[in-house]
């Protein structure tokens, strides 16, 4: 059974900082891209990054570009997101997902082409 389990989340002022995790079982993770997305209310779920299965490539969404960065530990099955000098537009539900045929690339930013889907943590970020 494949989970992906998120964790991090939180209320966090507008400059501030969050280190997302997600720590994956029952996959291979080292042969899967990981992405990370987010979802706010009203909204639909949108990309913010991707890292592919070494960590060598990665991929952001123009949102976050130069705030956050993404990186990955493959002897800890985790993934992780770094949000730095965050916005109240960051407030979203934030998922992580596995998507084993980018695992080279690390740049698809359709939802729909990830296999495994977390719960989501909840970051909040006030003005």
């Known amino acids: 059974q494949v989970q992906l389990v998120e964790s991090g989340g939180g209320l966090v002022q507008a400059g501030g900082s969050l280190r997302l995790s997600c720590v994956a079982s029952?996959?291979?993770?080292?042969?899967?891209?990981m992405g990370w997305f987010r979802q706010a209310p009203g909204k639909e779920r949108e990309f913010v990054a991707a890292?592919?299965?070494?960590?060598?490539?990665?991929n952001f969404a123009d949102s976050v570009k130069g705030r956050c960065a993404i990186s990955r530990d493959n002897a800890k099955n985790t993934v992780y997101l770094q949000m730095n000098s965050l916005k109240p537009e960051d407030t979203a539900v934030y998922y992580c997902a596995g998507d084993r045929s980018s695992r080279y690339f690390g740049s698809r930013t359709d939802s729909s082409g990830y296999d495994y889907w977390g719960q989501g943590t909840q970051v909040t970020v006030s003005s």
């Open positions: 029952g996959l291979p993770f080292s042969s899967y891209a």
């Open positions: 890292i592919n299965w070494n960590g060598g490539r990665t």
